[in-house]
Every structure is written in C-alpha cells, then in structure tokens.
C-alpha cells in the first residue's frame, strides 16, 4: 500500500514538472518575441516609401528567436532539475537563463537600419 502512495506521488510531481517546464519554455518564447518585435518593426515597415524592408526578419530571426527563447529556460530547467531535484533551483535557473537570454539579444542582435534616402551626400 506505501508503495502505490509513493508512485502515485511521483507521477503527480513528474507530470506538475512537465507542465512547469512546457510553461517556462511558453514563457521564454512569448519573452523573445516581445524582445525581438520593436527591434525588427523596421525592416518589416521599411522606412520612407519602404526602401529598407527585409522581411527576412520574419522568416530567419523570428521563427530562430523564439525556438531559441523556448529552449533556453526550457534547457536550463530540465538539466537544472535533474543535477539538484529541487524545483526551486530549477525554476531560479531557468529564469535567470531567460533574463540572461533576453539580455543577450538586446545587445547583439540589431537589424540593419539603412539610413533615409533624403540623408544622401547633398545636392
């Protein structure tokens, strides 16, 4: 009878670390676009008349932007959580891999701006 009580345990604390994990990984996506989209607002619209429009913010860094944002905390959570077994490490870990993340596209991912046509060498 102890033994069924403890898998009965373990299942719920496994299946609750799933859905904590899938959270995480929901969570450092939603973070990574949010990030990503005043950034890339640019080459989408294209400035002046649209001659700087690069769409291929759209299709290359947003799709890349926003696996990567799931899989850091995701990574960090789950790695984290089988070294220590102590949820509350994992979580601080995946968290504070998300900020560091977040962090890092901050200052090395910028789109290219090219500057307005009216800005040239003068007349």
């Known amino acids: 009878m102890g033994k069924e009580r403890t898998d009965r345990t373990t299942d719920a604390t496994s299946k609750a670390s799933g859905i904590a994990g899938f959270l995480l990984a929901g ?23 649209g001659h ?5 913010v759209l299709f290359v860094d947003l799709p890349l932007i926003a ?3 799931a899989l850091l905390p995701l990574l960090a959570w789950t790695l984290t959580g089988r070294l220590t077994r102590r949820p509350w490490v994992a979580l601080l870990a ?14 090395w991912w910028n789109p290219g701006r090219q500057p307005d046509p009216g800005y040239g060498p003068g007349i």
Request: glycine share 18%; hydrophobic share 50%; no cysteine.
């Open 67 to 69: 696996f990567g944002g």
């Open 94 to 107: 995946a968290v504070t891999v998300l900020a560091l993340g977040t962090w890092g596209l901050t200052q």
């Open 27 to 49: 969570l450092g996506a939603t973070t990574g676009t949010l990030v990503w989209a005043p950034r890339a607002a640019f080459s989408i619209n294209g400035g002046f008349e």
């Open 52 to 56: 700087a429009r690069d769409l291929s």
